[in-house]
């Protein structure tokens, strides 16, 4: 059972290797699987569903990621949709907003349609080479009367002048701690929802591409962790995403983890 569990899992086949037949290998890790992720859509025939998202989950109960890269780079802020029925999936949709001067070198260092996805307004570029996140925080204010917002996570990192401006009017906002034993559950949850085909994210272009970025790498203690396989690649979508599944907490695992453990996340 362990070699077939191995042999299907990236992340497990370094750990196999090295403690079963002693033979030291790097940990790859696992890559979010393109075909699963193709899956995740209530649309599979219209790769622009996306485009009608805003409205069609306009009113529905939301919690939100925020990640902010470095000054210069890619920002993102990915709602999550709670199901109405059983049958229902978590909804999923992204915002990006990316320095012009910044995308234009990552058009032509990652090879990315960059034209085509500023024209069907998958992301938004704001001037110069400096992120801005006044214009972020517009579009949370915006959101908050279009969507049910019960909460809103965030990665601190570079975020300090925006959790003030929002907790300062009152959006419920709360810091998820990015360390690696705290996020691993809820990484290995959206894993398990993208193989379950449990997302609607409608085909967004950017998310896919930044899905298609990342790797998910196990520790010695079994504990999950995110990075881009890429110098060039972005998987700040992908970040966002998990810290609004940190505030959403649909699987009774992580609900028990929340509950237990007052580390993931700090309110404010």
């Known amino acids: 059972n362990e070699a077939r569990h191995a042999k299907n899992t990236p992340t497990a086949l370094a750990k196999f290797l090295r403690y079963h ?14 075909e699963h992720w193709a899956e995740c859509t209530d649309f599979p025939d219209n790769p622009e569903a996306w485009k009608k998202y805003a409205e069609r989950f306009k009113g529905r109960r939301a919690h939100g990621g925020i990640d902010l890269a470095s000054v210069s780079d890619m920002n993102a802020l990915v709602w999550l949709f709670e199901p109405e029925g059983p049958s229902d999936k978590w909804g ?15 058009r032509l260092t990652a090879r990315i349609p960059i034209e085509k ?22 579009q949370v204010l915006a959101d ?5 917002v019960q909460s809103i996570g965030i990665d601190p990192w570079n975020a300090h002048q925006l959790i003030n401006d929002l907790t300062d009017v009152g959006v419920p906002l709360q810091i998820v701690k990015q360390n690696t034993a705290i996020l691993s559950p809820v990484i290995k949850s959206m894993l398990r929802m993208v193989l379950g085909h449990e997302f609607d994210h409608g085909g967004h272009p950017v998310l896919k591409w930044q899905a298609s970025n990342a790797v998910i790498k196990d520790d010695d203690h079994g504990n999950s962790k995110m990075s881009k ?7 700040d979508g992908i970040a966002a995403l998990v810290n609004a599944l940190a505030m959403a907490s649909p699987g009774a695992e992580r609900k028990s983890y929340l509950a ?8 404010l």
């Open 21 to 34: 037949l002693n033979v030291w290998a790097e940990d790859s890790g696992q890559s979010i699987p393109a």
């Open 92 to 106: 999923v949709l992204p915002r990006f907003w990316w320095p012009e001067q910044t995308a234009e070198k990552a």
């Open 117 to 138: 996805w500023q024209e069907a307004k998958a992301f938004t570029p704001t001037s110069g080479n400096r992120a801005d996140h006044d214009v972020i925080r517009l």
């Open 144 to 148: 908050m009367e279009m969507f049910d």
């Open 229 to 235: 396989k890429r110098a060039h690649g972005k998987i």
């Open 260 to 267: 237990s453990s007052s580390l993931l996340v700090l309110p």
